[in-house]
């Protein structure tokens, strides 16, 4: 009697563990074709809207240089990257633009660039202050300690968009100006995690100096946050 109950226990968890396995498989191969669904659907709307902008612009006036991916192309792709996710389901890339006037196009171009990167760094600032703000109301900081490190926080624009790598180029284009200047327009990404760790390089060294240890409790804030 004991050896058959066994047996037939045996057998159960034989059938489950297979049941719970095919379910386990089916819902990957489900997820995976969500995923394809998706990204099919989302290639397909941003070549839509690709083609939609880049025929606006075109009639603006605005070209691409020589040796350049067609406008369309470029807008696409800059579609495409702003809705990939890490596997957090946090943003992948954070994004930017710029334009600048130039008497050349290497000119307004670097111009353009350094703006984008400012603003990048803006945008960082942006994030860094809401968790900071929302760590007083978790009670993980004082409010003299969120100041301070807001303080920090904005002080720090500069030092951040120094601080920021090599970003990618995901748009970039030109147009004549009425005075025969070159109007550049450039829209870059950067990898969101790096950018984070810049802005903690950039705050942590403002702070350092303060003789304090609120540099680690942003570390572990922004840690959280991801």
């Not at 089916?26 to 709307?45: D, G, H, V, W």
């Not at 350092?208 to 240890?213: A, L, R, T």
Request: charged content about 25%.
């Amino acid at each position: 009697m004991i050896k058959r109950f066994l047996f037939l226990l045996s057998v159960m968890v034989y059938a489950v563990t297979s049941i719970s396995a095919q379910d386990f498989n089916s819902a990957i191969a489900e997820r995976k074709a969500m995923s394809k669904y998706a990204k099919s659907e989302l290639n397909a709307k941003a070549s839509k809207e690709a083609r939609k902008h880049a025929k606006a612009d075109v009639k603006d006036g605005w070209t691409v240089a020589p040796g350049h991916l067609p406008l369309e192309r470029q807008l696409e792709r800059a579609w495409q990257m702003q809705y990939e996710f890490d596997s957090s389901g946090y943003p992948k890339y954070i994004m930017s633009e710029a334009m600048s006037i130039g008497e050349n196009y290497d000119a307004a171009k670097m111009q353009a660039m350094e703006l984008a990167k400012l603003a990048l760094a803006g945008k960082l600032q942006s994030e860094v202050v809401a968790i900071v703000e929302n760590s007083i109301a978790n009670k993980q900081m004082s409010e003299g300690e969120a100041a301070s490190v807001t303080e920090s926080v904005m002080a720090a624009k500069n030092v951040i968009s120094q601080k920021v790598g090599r970003v990618i180029t995901v748009v970039e284009c030109y147009r004549n100006t009425k005075s025969k200047n070159k109007k550049v327009r450039v829209m870059i990404a950067y990898n969101t995690e790096m950018a984070v760790e810049a802005a903690k390089s950039a705050v942590r060294e403002d702070l350092e100096k303060k003789g304090n240890d609120l540099h680690k409790k942003l570390d572990n804030l922004l840690n959280l946050a991801k």
